[in-house]
């Protein structure tokens, strides 16, 4: 690799997933790390896999799938969880052991209660270790922006020499500013020996909203990886965002003299299949794919863009994957043009979900005049996660009355084909239908979020819901779209119950986790 290249480490199924409201079922991970592979990332960090068996499930069957990309594994700096990273990792033809420990004084005597020596002895056994075992092995000095800089260059220095081939330079808390993180990776460079040997890489969080001019300020002082996630989902405030440092790096190429692997074009798609899997939906205004980072409204803007697209664009909608057009469809769309438009947004469907979509689209464009983009997404994953059964919505009907309870009363289909109808009545249409839900399918749960968003414009725009509720100590989230918001609702009620069900059925090892051999992608 070139020393201009910037490889791009993805950590969307580690630490993006480790967010509130982030995590994934293992269909879904795949579903992840197959676009990853397409969107050319170097390395997907795949989890940690000594967190929970899931975990290590979930990294073991993405390893085994071989899609391209380095697969990674986190591990701390004991021999249990660098064990599981290898086991978990080993069936990928590339593979990555990334081991942490904390170097900070906060974390050496607040949390760990090591002394610095300690911490020294416990990452460079460690990293000995994984070199026994693979040969690509990345270290992390965890809150390593908040340590001290002769320390940190010590550490680094000792990693080096137990054989990392990779050190990443964490910003844990997203503490650090961009003047100072450029102070920080300029120091090392010139302290540490043989740190030219290794991949310098930047890890950065979002507290202050610097994530991505931080990694930026990294990579301009010699780091080579640029650690990120997808919409920049990650704890709290998040990571440092894929697509916006990608597209700092490439529009902005006569400054950096860098560039990446990634396939542009590609990045919408996957940053809508994420928002769409875990139900952390894009700002409109969010850089780079937000459904207004190409919408032009002042008049004077219209008018330049008129003029010449580059007087108000400084990138093309199309290298992010974005058509130009928000082309609309109806019901005299054919087959042909709405199989375009599905390939175009990025999505691929075999024969049977196209059919399966296309009715659903028709039946779409019978209630509302224009299907929009934001349409066609939420029928097709809709139609995703409605297909796995048992119990498929036949039809519901809500009544509601001013200072009364509602009524509901839901029909649904079972695997044996039979209908089931049952009714109550709830403070509200949709406490009334999911009451009704949980009669007909005998799983009560606990709502604890009930999120509504609009998938495109317009008062007849379909409702895309994403319920987070509870079932046995355990929390699940379901989604669903119709232009009926209380059925959008119970869609994604029924999609929990459907999944409880199954795991009740075939058993998994987590909330949604169905084993390799049940997951499909
Ligand atoms: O933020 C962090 O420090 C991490 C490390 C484990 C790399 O996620
Ligand atoms: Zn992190």
Not at 15 to 27: K, R, V
Not at 58 to 81: E, H, M, Q, T, Y
Not at 250 to 268: H, N, Q, S, V
Request: glycine share 8%.
């Amino acid at each position: 690799m070139s020393d201009k290249q910037i490889r791009i480490f993805d950590t969307t199924l580690r630490d993006g997933e480790q967010a509130p409201g982030c995590s994934m079922t293992l269909s879904e991970k795949l579903r992840v790390a197959k676009a990853l592979s397409e969107l050319r990332v170097d390395v997907i960090e795949a989890g940690f896999p000594a967190a929970s068996p899931g975990d290590f499930e979930s990294v073991k069957a993405i390893a085994d799938r071989n899609f391209g990309p380095i697969i990674c594994g986190l591990a701390r700096c004991n021999p249990g969880d660098i064990q599981k990273v290898y086991e978990a990792v080993k069936g990928a033809d590339r593979h990555r052991i990334h081991v942490f420990v904390a170097t900070s004084a906060i974390h050496r005597e607040h949390k760990l209660k090591m002394a610095k020596e300690e911490i020294i002895k416990s990452a460079v056994g460690a990293i000995e270790m994984a070199r026994e075992l693979v040969d690509d092995v990345e270290f992390s000095p965890e809150d390593a922006s908040r340590t001290e800089l002769a320390y940190l260059a010590e550490v680094v220095s000792a990693a080096i020499e137990a054989g990392a081939t990779t050190v990443n330079i964490p910003d844990t808390v997203g503490y650090t500013v961009p003047a100072e993180f450029d102070r920080l990776f300029r120091y090392l460079k010139e302290h540490v020996a043989n740190i030219d040997n290794i991949i310098l890489s930047v890890h950065c969080h979002n507290d202050l909203g610097m994530a991505v001019a931080n990694s930026l300020a990294a990579v301009n002082a010699g780091a080579r990886q640029i650690e990120c996630t997808i919409n920049g989902i990650g704890e709290r405030a998040g990571n440092c965002s894929l697509e916006e440092a990608v597209m700092a790096i490439k529009t902005r190429a006569e400054f950096f003299g860098l560039e990446t692997g990634i396939d542009t074009t590609r990045l919408y798609p996957t940053s809508r299949l994420v928002s769409n899997i875990t139900g952390m939906h894009t700002p409109r205004n969010k850089a780079v794919v937000g459904e207004n980072a190409f919408a032009h409204e002042a008049g004077i803007h219209q008018h330049g863009m008129l003029q010449h697209a580059s007087t108000y664009e400084i990138m093309r909608p199309e290298d992010v994957g974005l058509s130009r057009s928000n082309l609309v469809m109806g019901k005299h769309s054919g087959r042909h043009a709405f199989r375009d438009r599905v390939a175009e947004l990025g999505f691929e469907l075999d024969e049977f979900e196209t059919n399966r979509a296309f009715q659903e689209f028709k039946k779409l464009a019978d209630k509302k005049k224009d299907v929009y983009d934001g349409d066609i997404e939420a029928i097709i994953m809709n139609a995703d996660s409605a297909s796995s059964g048992p119990w498929t919505l036949k039809s519901l009907e809500v009544q509601t009355h001013t200072d009364q309870p509602a009524t509901a009363a839901v029909t649904l289909i079972g695997e044996d084909g039979e209908d089931k109808t049952e009714s109550a009545r709830g403070d509200g249409p949709v406490a009334a239908a999911f009451l009704a839900l949980e009669q007909a399918t005998g799983v009560q749960l606990t709502l604890k979020n009930f999120e509504l968003h609009s998938a495109s414009i317009g008062e007849d725009a379909q409702g895309e819901v994403t319920v987070t509720v509870e079932y046995d100590g355990e929390s699940y989230r379901g989604r669903g779209a119709s232009v009926d918001i209380v059925e959008a609702g119970c869609r994604a009620c029924l999609e929990v119950m459907n999944r409880i069900l199954r795991r009740k059925q075939y058993g998994s090892s987590g909330p949604g986790r169905p084993t390799p051999e049940q997951a499909t992608i």
